[in-house]
């Protein structure tokens, strides 16, 4: 605990941090703290699971003097995040602080009741001007605006949300910004809300020597029976598999389901109750182990443990595959991302490959049973129908050898 005090920040908060079992400070929290406490702006680039939270949280909880007024505003880009960020924030500050997390989704008239008097808002940025155009909230007294995983605010297509809500707040404050990545149009952005930042830039937590990254290249009829067939095979404790889109993600879980394995999907198209509820579950120690989800969930979620990551669709953009097999190898302990591509994931992991400095190792398919998937129902203007499954007859330039499959 020593570090912590080194550090800056108060007895007080140092005993709350040793009574949550946090002994020694992050690569992110031992550079950024220190600038954070002196009041400096930060322009942050961290990973998802850095500790970044604490990192702008020991401004709000150090430095905010409570008068019902809200004094300080966090934008995260999802509603998870959100409650996420707003969670911690109240535990670092022993709920000295009043924090409420808003989002879109659940009833604003409940939402405009449970903001009053709040000291600290955290916040997805479409709700936030929500409150701001209805006049329920108001940011002139705002003296610190964290904007989290601001890359991804971008991607999201938040820019302009995110300016008009700083235009809110008064030109003297602390501004802390961090993200993922610092692409030229995050600096550029960065560049008008922060004022002589303080640059900071920690590298991924994963440990890269013990990451194994395999792929797997198969019909694209034996994807899903692979994917079971690794299931049963790996020695795991908890996984993520990452699909492209919400309907691939449900027909995976509800596969997997009849297939006896049990799987909860989560993605934006969840009620918001329903999917903080499948987070609750999947970080307990109970039977839920694998979790069947789109990329809202490969950042800002700090889901600890996950020793393997399967990429059943491969992502589009290389920057989203890295994220994802984030989830794992953290903390000194191994994992294991593993992709299973059919035609349709050529291109995509090409582009990876090519881009990235990974290196994923080509695995011999094993014998495998065919399991025939059924894909869930949709509405069409015919009425119901079973999703399909287009996938484009493109081949791989080169595919592993010693393929050895079982067809039906």
């Given at each position: 605990m020593e570090k912590f005090r080194e550090l800056g920040l108060s007895e007080?908060?140092?005993?709350?941090?040793?009574?949550?079992?946090?002994?020694?400070?992050?690569?992110?929290?031992?550079?950024?703290?220190?600038?954070?406490?002196?009041?400096?702006?930060?322009?942050?680039?961290?990973?998802?699971?850095?500790?970044?939270?604490?990192?702008?949280?020991?401004?709000i909880i150090e430095k905010i003097v409570p008068d019902k007024k809200v004094k300080a505003i966090v934008l995260t880009p999802t509603r998870e995040l959100a409650e996420q960020v707003s969670d911690s924030i109240k535990k670092f500050s022993k709920g000295n602080l009043k924090v409420v997390s808003v989002y879109g989704g659940v009833n604003i008239e409940t939402q405009i009741r449970r903001m009053s008097g709040a000291d600290v808002i955290v916040g997805t940025p479409g709700r936030v001007l929500d409150?701001?155009?209805?006049?329920?909230?108001?940011?002139?007294?705002?003296?610190?605006?964290?904007?989290?995983?601001?890359?991804?605010?971008?991607?999201?297509?938040?820019?302009?949300?995110?300016?008009?809500?700083?235009?809110?707040?008064p030109k003297k404050r602390q501004t802390l910004l961090f993200s993922a990545t610092i692409s030229p149009d995050v600096d550029h952005l960065a560049r008008k809300y922060i004022k002589n930042p303080v640059e900071i830039e920690v590298e991924s937590q994963?440990?890269?020597?013990?990451?194994?990254?395999?792929?797997?290249?198969?019909?694209?009829?034996?994807?899903?029976?692979?994917?079971?067939?690794?299931?049963?095979?790996?020695?795991?404790?908890?996984?993520?598999?990452?699909?492209s889109t919400r309907r691939n993600a449900d027909a995976v879980t509800m596969n997997l389901n009849r297939a006896g394995i049990p799987a909860k999907a989560i993605h934006g198209?969840?009620?918001?109750?329903?999917?903080?509820?499948?987070?609750?579950?999947?970080?307990?120690?109970?039977?839920?182990?694998?979790?069947?989800?789109?990329?809202?969930?490969?950042?800002?979620?700090?889901?600890?443990?996950?020793?393997?990551?399967?990429?059943?669709?491969?992502?589009?953009?290389?920057?989203?595959?890295?994220?994802?097999?984030?989830?794992?190898?953290?903390?000194?302990?191994?994992?294991?991302?593993?992709?299973?591509?059919?035609?349709?994931?050529?291109?995509?992991?090409?582009?990876?490959?090519?881009?990235?400095?990974?290196?994923?190792?080509?695995?011999?398919?094993?014998?495998?049973?065919?399991?025939?998937?059924?894909?869930?129902?949709?509405?069409?203007?015919?009425?119901?129908s079973r999703m399909g499954d287009h996938s484009r007859n493109r081949r791989m330039p080169q595919r592993s050898s010693g393929r050895n499959y079982h067809r039906r």
């Open positions: 007080e908060v140092v005993k709350t941090l040793h009574s949550m079992g946090i002994e020694t400070p992050s690569k992110i929290q031992e550079e950024a703290i220190p600038y954070v406490l002196e009041g400096r702006d930060i322009l942050g680039s961290s990973m998802t699971g850095s500790g970044k939270t604490l990192a702008f949280a020991s401004a409150h701001l155009k209805r006049e329920t909230l108001s940011l002139k007294k705002v003296e610190i605006l964290v904007l989290d995983e601001f890359d991804r605010m971008l991607d999201m297509g938040f820019s302009r949300d995110v300016g008009r809500i700083i235009d809110e707040c994963v440990d890269h020597k013990k990451l194994e990254q395999v792929y797997y290249d198969v019909p694209d009829s034996m994807k899903f029976s692979l994917l079971v067939h690794l299931l049963k095979e790996e020695k795991s404790h908890l996984v993520m598999i990452f699909c198209g969840l009620e918001q109750n329903k999917r903080m509820k499948i987070l609750e579950e999947f970080h307990k120690d109970n039977d839920l182990k694998i979790l069947v989800c789109t990329d809202v969930a490969a950042r800002g979620l700090d889901i600890k443990g996950v020793t393997h990551v399967y990429n059943y669709d491969l992502p589009a953009f290389s920057k989203d595959y890295i994220h994802r097999i984030g989830r794992t190898a953290r903390a000194g302990k191994e994992g294991k991302a593993i992709n299973i591509l059919a035609s349709r994931d050529y291109e995509n992991f090409s582009n990876i490959v090519n881009r990235e400095e990974v290196e994923v190792k080509a695995m011999e398919l094993p014998y495998i049973k065919k399991i025939d998937m059924i894909r869930p129902l949709r509405k069409s203007r015919g009425g119901l």
